[in-house]
């Protein structure tokens, strides 16, 4: 049965080449592509912190008015409020605490005339940088900064 179908798709191969070839380039393509997604997600879904799991924790407050829901997968807001945040950072409930937000920035130079800039940042507290071995490379007088992240 083997030889009936090696001589069968040889047949073909003579006959046809160019969609034969087609047909081997498109398995060719779907198999590449089939193994660059499957790469990407085992990279995107390892944990940057696996060293770090018994010590770092996210806190999610359910401060949300009960009589509405909120409208995320487990019903918790990602982020908590000011106060909430404010009142963990001052209790010292652990040796370093970091407390994240999302925030808006308007960036312009001095003695510049160019237009002023919008980010989008995000703001944090002083122990981010211990405890997610964040390190500056340099810091000047001006408005360059860059931090080096570490890779996964």
């Known amino acids: 049965m083997w ?5 069968l798709s040889l047949l073909s191969l003579r006959k046809t080449p160019v969609l034969s070839l087609l047909m081997v380039l498109a398995t060719a393509v779907g198999i590449a592509a089939n193994l660059t997604i499957l790469t990407m997600h085992s990279v995107v879904s ?3 912190l696996a060293h770090k799991n018994e010590r770092v924790f996210a806190v999610q407050l359910n401060a949300w008015n009960p009589d509405v829901e909120y409208f995320s997968l487990n019903a918790i807001p990602p982020q908590v409020t000011y106060q909430d945040a404010k009142a963990l950072y001052d209790a010292q ?3 370093e605490i970091v407390v994240m937000r999302k925030a808006g920035t308007i960036i312009q130079l001095p003695d510049s005339s160019e237009t002023s800039s919008a ?5 944090t507290t002083r122990d981010f940088f211990s405890m997610f071995d964040v390190q500056f490379i340099y810091v ?3 408005v360059k900064m860059r931090m080096k992240v570490p890779s996964m």
């Open 3 to 7: 030889r009936y179908y090696l001589r």
């Open 119 to 123: 980010y989008n940042t995000r703001m």
């Open 140 to 142: 000047g007088l001006g």
């Open 46 to 48: 390892s944990n940057p």
């Open 93 to 95: 409930v652990a040796d």
